[in-house]
């Protein structure tokens, strides 16, 4: 990875989670909706500043107090729905952590154990 992106290189392409990022997963899963502290801020940082076009996001569903999951489209492409319908603000923020890392890193953060 370079300092200016959060995408594995082609050259090395993804790589499984270390030590460090499992517990720091672990912690975000136990409270996803915070506060945090300076070291998962840190972790979480470029996961939240991934470009727009495909950034998985949530979109709070008309008339309901629940989300569900999107992918953020550009002037070309819409915002898709991924769907999942998620009446807990924690478990869609779970969800929209596991979508994200998910595709940066080929790895299903729900399989770490921290």
Same mark, same amino acid.
Not at 14 to 36: K, N, Q, S, T
Not at 75 to 90: D, I, K, M, N, Y
């Given at each position: 990875?370079?300092?200016?992106?959060?995408?594995?290189?082609?050259?090395?392409?993804?790589?499984?989670?270390?030590?460090?990022?499992?517990?720091?997963?672990? +912690?975000?899963?136990? %409270?996803?909706?915070?506060?945090?502290?300076? @070291?998962?801020?840190? =972790?979480?940082?470029?996961?939240?500043? *991934?470009?727009?076009?495909?950034?998985?996001?949530?979109?709070?569903?008309?008339?309901?107090?629940?989300?569900?999951?999107?992918?953020?489209?550009?002037?070309?492409?819409?915002?898709? +729905?991924?769907?999942? %319908?998620?009446?807990?603000?924690?478990?869609? @923020?779970?969800?929209? =952590?596991?979508?994200?890392?998910?595709? *940066?890193?080929?790895?299903?953060?729900?399989?770490?154990?921290?």
């Amino acid at each position: 990875m370079n300092a200016s992106s959060t995408e594995p290189s082609a050259a090395t392409g993804p790589r499984p989670a270390d030590a460090r990022e499992r517990a720091l997963i672990a +912690r975000f899963r136990r %409270c996803p909706m915070g506060p945090y502290d300076p @070291e998962l801020q840190a =972790f979480l940082l470029p996961l939240r500043n *991934l470009l727009a076009p495909g950034k998985h996001a949530l979109m709070r569903l008309p008339r309901r107090n629940a989300w569900t999951l999107v992918c953020l489209g550009d002037r070309e492409r819409p915002v898709q +729905r991924l769907g999942g %319908c998620f009446t807990s603000r924690a478990e869609a @923020e779970w969800a929209v =952590f596991r979508a994200r890392w998910l595709a *940066l890193r080929g790895e299903d953060p729900e399989a770490i154990d921290g």
